[in-house]
């Protein structure tokens, strides 16, 4: 029988004639949605089978900019969207209940700390919000539970629990360090984002002017002790020609926690076509964030064009419109936000970076990354962890397989840890913990490494 053959990038399909003839008897709205996707329980399903993991949850910075790091000043097991938010700021998007709801098998929790805050103080804080994820799963034992492996997860998963994971934010939080980053790994983070926003001594930030060009030897020395640690090199927040020099040195998997596609909005915080191709031959992942201007690119050019305009009303101090007149400039901003009102973003476009990121590096290669938590908004459909099987709704409404939504969900994840756990147990057997320091690797002329 003659096959025809239906792709998405990364698993191909092979239907026959005869099924196709079948297939084109059905209306039309059928066709389009997939003869499973009218089931409810089929994501539940799909999600007992593999547990949904999410790469990035910011709730251990809000507990501690909110709470004072005090778990007896919030209660995760009730409705935290009822608290009061900050002035301006959002309700929190984070709960048992809601974690519960949203299906969640396993979260990587974001011990972030502000790109500011540097040395000593930098490296106490880190290890606070390690001991606040710790004291999180103390205080609710009954859902969640630290992990440390992809078994862990696994098994959690199977016990009915929410595993919790660790990642660092930010390649500032160890202090130009191998010994500190080696802590941080003992502690549990298993993954380290290699800036945030702006560069570091030894690599550079997607939202800071360029300075390394990438890595220096320092910075690809951090990545090469990561994989022998089996700690994840994670890429969001870098600049491209960083994300290149890390691909080009990384031997495990790289990931990023919380990235979405280039092509589709034109934000350094993304994924260009190009990377995503490397990142398929190096067997990572991008985990696709839900910040609308990450996700929007008419939401993008709103945000930049209102920064603007705020810029153009009040601008200190010897600039803007309303310099020194607080009242007018607040006015003419709402005089602008009301003929510009701000674009919508849906659910419906964050299932759109998926599919594209899964039509250029393959469908192993993409996951969730939610960012909830980190942003002060979400796209309509996206509002708190509970929305997550509407996104695989989506994508099962859009023809997905099962076992495509069990890739996406968090197959991809397991297979990414469990791949950089061999590649650590290899290099810990042939190499011992790396005693480089940033002067001497990068006191030269020349310590940029090319990408």
């Known amino acids: 029988m003659r096959e025809i053959r239906t792709a998405r990038a990364g698993g191909a399909r092979l239907l026959g004639a005869a099924a196709l003839a079948a297939l084109a008897l059905l209306p039309l ?40 790091n005090d778990l007896t000043k919030i209660d995760l097991a009730g409705d935290t969207a009822a608290l009061p938010a900050p002035a301006g700021g959002p309700a929190l998007m984070t709960d048992i209940p809601r974690l519960r709801r949203g299906r ?28 606040l994820v710790k004291a999180m799963c103390a205080r609710y034992p009954r859902d969640l539970a630290m992990a440390y492996t992809a078994a862990d997860i696994r098994r959690l998963h199977h016990a009915g629990l929410i595993a919790s994971l ?13 010994p500190v980053l080696r802590a941080y790994y003992e502690a549990g983070a298993r993954y380290m984002t290699l800036t945030h926003s702006n560069n570091t001594d030894w690599a550079d930030s997607a939202t800071d002017m360029p300075l390394h060009r990438g890595l220096t030897r320092f910075g690809a020395e951090v990545v090469r002790e990561m994989n022998r640690l089996g700690m994840l090199v994670d890429l969001a927040h870098v600049s491209e020609d960083t994300m290149r020099a890390a691909l080009k040195v990384s031997e495990a998997p790289v990931i990023y926690s919380h990235s979405s596609a280039r ?83 849906t659910l419906a476009e ?26 002060p908004e979400t796209p309509s459909g996206l509002e708190g962890v509970d929305r997550f099987p509407a996104l695989l709704q989506e994508l099962a409404r859009r023809g997905w ?38 002067a001497a690797l990068d006191g030269g002329a020349d310590p940029t490494v090319s990408h």
């Open 29 to 68: 709205a059928a066709w389009c949605a997939g003869p499973q996707a009218a089931d409810p329980q089929r994501i539940d399903r799909v999600l007992a089978q593999t547990p949904l993991i999410d790469g990035h949850n910011d709730l251990p910075w809000e507990i501690r900019e909110r709470f004072g």
């Open 104 to 131: 969640v098998g396993a979260q990587f929790w974001s011990v972030f700390i502000p790109v500011e805050v540097k040395g000593a103080q930098a490296v106490q804080m880190t290890l606070e919000q390690i001991d």
């Open 166 to 178: 660790v990642g660092v934010e930010g390649g500032h939080q160890i202090n130009n360090s191998l």
């Open 263 to 345: 092509a589709l909005v034109d934000h350094p915080r993304d994924v260009s076509d190009d990377v995503l191709r490397l990142v398929a031959v190096n067997g990572g992942i991008v985990m696709v964030n839900f910040a609308p201007p990450y996700v929007s690119d008419a939401r993008r050019r709103w945000a930049a064009e209102r920064v603007a305009e705020e810029a153009r009303n009040n601008s200190p101090p010897f600039g803007g419109l309303y310099i020194g007149q607080p009242e007018r400039a607040a006015a003419a901003l709402k005089e602008w936000d009301a003929a510009h009102p701000k674009p919508a973003v």
């Open 350 to 375: 964050v299932a759109d970076h998926i599919e594209h990121i899964s039509r250029v590096a393959g469908v192993d290669h993409v996951g969730l990354g939610s960012d909830f938590d980190g942003i």
């Open 401 to 438: 397989s099962d076992a495509d939504l069990a890739r996406v969900a968090g197959a991809n994840l397991l297979r990414v840890m469990a791949q950089a756990e061999s590649v650590s147990a290899r290099l810990r057997a042939a190499r011992p913990p790396s005693t480089a320091t940033l």
